[in-house]
């Protein structure tokens, strides 16, 4: 039986069978948008699986409290990491340490208050960290830093503490990949070199959904979609799984308040392409746009107009009054 944790949020039993699964969302340098896309990820899971946590494991300086507009300091990825290394942190505590974004938000786990603290993220402590998330919550999205080198001098050294090791591991044990690609062509020669060191990492091709972020014609002269479908089927031999839009104007509106796009502009196309992310990633049926809704209904009220004319009804807008 599943527990109960602090107020009646359900934790999975240690001793079940059922496990939780491991989201692992990673961009390449150039800013791809691998942050705003795990935030909303989160956002849109969660009516799907119920309890999420959303991790900021960015070693070279997350942002997720930032967009998400946290004014005071909560309990960090660096306590998790204390308590854990100290036997001290069970699911309860986890929960009761982690902040809700928002009243039907995910629970937050904030990145390091200082970067020169990825010190005290072991790679054992990450380890235990990943085996708690899996048994205490349903779906645990981590949003990783973009740097994947093997540090040959520490490694050599036999230092413990390697500071690409959080990405590292937790791309190798995550159940899905979400690999994020900027829709320029700059954007896109960075995620090429950058995914043959996903690839080099040991990542199975099967656990990797391609997203491609700020798509838009006019980066490319031409049909966007087609172009970079054609890039990354030429040097990588991969379809992209989801194409989100190019849609600034909700992303700042969204970031201004500090808040995810389907709280701030439901029905947007941005928020309507992490929507269907979201239900094809937990295997739920695919939600209908906004768009696809409101022609739906326009179809609808005009079905029935029929101006007496003995050919048969004539659906225009003029009908309608429109």
Not at 68 to 83: C, E, I, K, Q
Not at 94 to 99: A, D, F, K, V
Not at 164 to 187: C, E, K, T, W, Y
Not at 203 to 224: K, M, Y
Request: proline share 7%; hydrophobic share 40%.
């Amino acid at each position: 039986m599943a527990a109960k944790g602090p107020g009646g949020n359900e934790v999975l039993d240690e001793h079940e069978d059922r496990r939780g699964e491991l989201v692992a969302v990673w961009g390449p340098k150039g800013a791809p948008g691998r942050t705003t896309v795990a935030v909303n990820l989160a956002f849109e899971a969660l009516p799907y699986v119920g309890e999420t946590l959303l991790v900021d494991a960015d070693t070279y300086g997350g942002s997720i409290s930032q967009m998400l507009g946290f004014l005071d300091d909560h309990p960090s990825l660096a306590w998790a990491a204390r308590l854990a290394s100290r036997g001290e942190l069970d699911g309860p505590r986890l929960l009761s340490g982690t902040r809700r974004a928002g009243p039907a938000g995910p629970r937050v786990l904030p990145g390091l208050p200082r970067a020169e603290l990825w010190t005290e993220i072991r790679p054992s402590t990450w380890h235990s960290l990943l085996d708690l998330f899996t048994v205490s919550l349903q779906l645990t999205i981590i949003d990783l830093s973009f740097c994947l080198e093997e540090e040959e001098e520490l490694v050599h050294d036999h230092v413990r503490f390697r500071r690409n090791a959080v990405s590292r591991i937790a791309l190798q044990r995550a159940d899905h990949v979400i690999a994020v690609a900027r829709a320029d062509p700059l954007g896109l020669h960075d995620f090429i070199r950058g995914y043959q060191q996903l690839r080099e990492v040991g990542i199975d091709p099967a656990r990797i959904q391609v997203v491609v972020n700020q798509v838009r014609s006019g980066a490319f002269g031409g049909d966007a979609s087609t172009q970079i479908r054609a890039e990354l089927s030429r040097y990588l031999g991969v379809e992209p799984s989801a194409l989100v839009p190019y849609d600034r104007g909700s992303v700042d509106a969204a970031a201004s308040a500090g808040r995810a796009l389907r709280e701030v502009r439901r029905g947007s196309p941005a928020q309507q392409a992490v929507a269907e992310m979201a239900a094809a990633l937990v295997g739920a049926p695919p939600v209908p746009s906004e768009r696809h809704r409101l022609r739906r209904r326009r179809e609808r009220r005009r079905a029935v107009v029929w101006n007496g004319r003995p050919s048969g009804p004539t659906m225009t807008f003029r009908n309608l009054g429109w």
